[in-house]
């Protein structure tokens, strides 16, 4: 299947793109089962002046994504089924209001994904939804943004991997576990900086895993990575390399931090600590004390555990627990750091004395590296 050229053809075609065009091959091969749940993946309407080819070859990104997630045990229609299976005067690109549902019982379809291209000034946007037939329900709607024409296909990928993953829980695959919640730190350039309310869990993080875009690989052989704990689904979520963490916050359409933002949210200028002035104690955050790893944690506590150490906005764990990846200031937005870059790590850890240095330097550390005293949490700008 060629790639359209123009825009999105940016990237070279390989090896991402060979593997989306495998996957369609081998979805038309194999057809639709018998017995199996359909899901119906319609064409993007395209509302973004993109050319009908690139429209055509972003929806098939999306068709892709749901083969690699559900295919399994759901059939995925491909282009040529939907076209056989519906009348010849309907054009699913032209969808709108409730007509999903309609579509997907003309298609034996169990769900239906949707979706527009917009275009707003400078920025290109997308909003994918998702239906359950039967119920006659829309069950999601994720958004998602690119500056780029060539930024769609990354974007919509993680968009759609947040959505397959509300229809794999609604089949079984277990309880919803939504991104932690946002606070407002203060206003930047395009609209209003926010910050997540606590360090992102393991819980969360299992859930990124489930989707297929987080991996556990930072955690191999550390008796200390809240993975391995059979109570760690509150803890953070530690182990983690600078690329695993910001492959997680795209996943939740989101980012990381810079190390200015992070600093902003963490402390309360003129004074060095979230809460204000003041000494680092148990009572505020997780943190070696008395002689003690963790205040006699002997490693992280769960998140949320010291609200006494909550900065104004109330996000908590800014200090201590786990030190927390950013990205440096001068990198871009989109950085693709090499193995032996460098990125701060900030707001010390349990096994450090809090002092108002690890609130306002942290450390430097190879973006390859991992350990039980680093995790994340994510940010975004809001209009």
Not at 182 to 196: K, R, S, W, Y
Not at 253 to 280: I, Y
Not at 368 to 383: N, Y
Request: contains cysteine; neutral net charge; aromatic residues 4%.
């Amino acid at each position: 299947m060629p790639r359209p050229s123009h825009a999105l053809s940016a990237r070279p075609r390989a090896p991402a793109a060979r593997w989306i065009s495998l996957l369609l091959l081998l979805a038309a091969t194999v057809g639709v089962a018998h017995g199996r749940s359909r899901v119906a993946v319609l064409a993007l309407t395209n509302s973004a002046d993109l050319s009908d080819r690139e429209a055509s070859w972003l929806t098939d990104v999306l068709r892709a994504v749901a083969l690699e997630q559900l295919g399994a045990d759901h059939d995925i229609l491909t282009r040529t089924q939907l076209v056989s299976l519906l009348p010849p005067d309907v054009d699913p690109a032209e969808c709108a209001d409730d007509c999903e549902l309609t579509l997907g019982r003309h298609l034996g379809a169990e769900a239906v994904v949707s979706g527009e291209l917009l275009r707003l000034g400078d920025r290109y946007t997308l909003a994918i939804r998702l239906f359950a037939v039967a119920d006659r329900t829309l069950l999601a709607v994720v958004h998602g943004e690119a500056r780029t024409a060539a930024g769609l296909e990354p974007a919509l990928r993680v968009a759609g991997l947040q959505l397959l993953a509300r229809w794999r829980r609604r089949q079984g695959g277990g309880p919803a576990v939504e991104a932690a919640p946002l606070l407002a730190v203060g206003p930047v350039p395009g609209g209003t900086l926010h910050i997540e309310a606590h360090e992102v869990t393991v819980a969360a993080w299992r859930a990124c895993v489930a989707a297929g875009a987080c991996t556990t690989d930072g955690a191999t052989g550390e008796p200390l990575c809240n993975v391995h704990r059979p109570d760690g689904a509150d803890h953070p979520m530690n182990c983690v390399r600078w690329t695993e963490a910001a492959a997680y916050c795209r996943w939740r359409g989101r980012r990381l931090p810079t190390a200015s933002e992070w600093r902003a949210a963490a402390r309360q200028a003129p004074d060095p600590f979230p809460w204000g002035d003041g000494p680092a104690t148990c009572q505020r955050a997780v943190v070696y004390a008395d002689g003690e790893p963790g205040c006699g944690e002997g490693g992280t506590a769960p998140v949320r555990s010291r609200p006494a150490g909550a900065a104004l906005n109330g996000a908590m764990d800014l200090v201590g627990n786990v030190r927390e990846w950013v990205r440096p200031d001068d990198a871009p937005e989109g950085w693709r750091p090499p193995a032996w870059a460098m990125a701060p790590a900030l707001g010390g850890a349990w096994h450090h004395a809090a002092t108002a240095r690890a609130v306002t330097q942290g450390v430097q550390r190879l973006v390859s590296a991992s350990d039980a005293m680093t995790g994340l949490r994510c940010a975004v700008v809001r209009p």
